[in-house]
Every structure is written in structure tokens, then in C-alpha cells.
């Protein structure tokens, strides 16, 4: 229940890489996995796929994406720059429900979730590698702060 715990072991990444990233990374069969994991039994599923056409686009929505193991599998990253506050309260927000209550929400998001992203914000240092920067503090007017290739 830490936020390293959280951190280190939200996600299976070597799933992700193995059933997803390489099937559809260069060379690879384009069949591949649309689900790794069922969240609410914690399973792993495997027979969900899917292929992919030859020339579609993959664009993924996850947290910790630029994770060491998972840098060289992207083409371009787009990192959502928002204020802690802001990340906290939009998630206690969407989550209250799911998690019990707005306090419980909160302290959720304190504890644990946001103080993952600190220790990945801290050691893999997402927004000065994302290819494109948006700060994404105002959901009505998200703003480019940069745009151009990953290093």
C-alpha cells in the first residue's frame, strides 16, 4: 500500500512490453494483447487480443510510461503536465466513489498515488524527456510548452 509499492508493482510493464510493445514495434506480428490485467479480480488475462492494421497508430493513456524499460518502446511521448494540487483534487474527484469517500479518496491520492508520481517525477524525469510538453492545468485551454522528437 506504499507509494513505492504502488510505484515498483502498479502494472505489469514486462507484460505490456512482451504482449503489446513488441507485437507491435518494428518487425513485430501485430497481434497483441488489449488486455493485460483484469484491475477489479486482479488476473491476468490472456486471451484478449486483437491485430493491429500495418499502418495503424498506437497511442497509449497510462501512468510511469517513460519507466526505464519502456523508453526505447515509444516513438514519441506526450507528457500532461498539471500542478500536484490540481492532479490530487481531479483524482479524489473522479475516484471518491470508488475508493469510499472524498477523504479517503484523499488520503489515496496523498499517500500513495500522488507521492508515486513524485518518485517517478523524481527519477525518470518524464517532462524534460517527453517529446511533447502540454501543461494540461486548464482542461478547457491545454497549452504546448514544447514540441519536437525524443532525444
Not at 490530487?88 to 469517500?101: E, H, W
Amino acid at each position: 500500500m506504499s507509494a513505492r509499492g504502488y510505484y515498483e508493482d502498479a502494472y505489469d510493464f514486462g507484460a505490456l512490453i512482451e504482449r503489446v510493445l513488441v507485437p507491435l514495434g518494428p518487425g513485430g506480428k501485430l497481434v497483441y494483447a488489449t488486455k493485460v490485467h483484469d484491475l477489479h479480480t486482479d488476473a491476468v488475462v490472456t486471451d484478449a487480443i486483437a491485430i493491429a492494421p500495418r499502418d495503424g497508430v498506437v497511442v497509449f493513456d497510462c501512468t510511469f510510461l517513460q519507466r526505464g524499460q519502456m523508453r526505447n518502446h515509444w516513438d514519441e511521448v506526450i507528457y500532461l503536465q498539471v500542478d500536484r494540487e490540481r492532479a490530487i483534487a481531479r483524482g479524489v474527484s473522479r475516484d471518491a466513489q470508488l475508493l469510499g469517500s472524498l477523504d479517503e479518496a484523499r488520503r489515496a491520492y496523498e499517500e500513495r498515488y500522488m507521492a508515486a508520481c513524485d518518485i517517478y517525477i523524481r527519477e525518470e524525469l518524464p517532462a524534460e524527456r517527453a517529446s511533447i510538453l502540454i501543461d494540461h492545468n486548464d482542461l478547457e485551454d491545454p497549452r504546448i510548452v514544447r514540441c519536437g522528437y525524443l532525444a
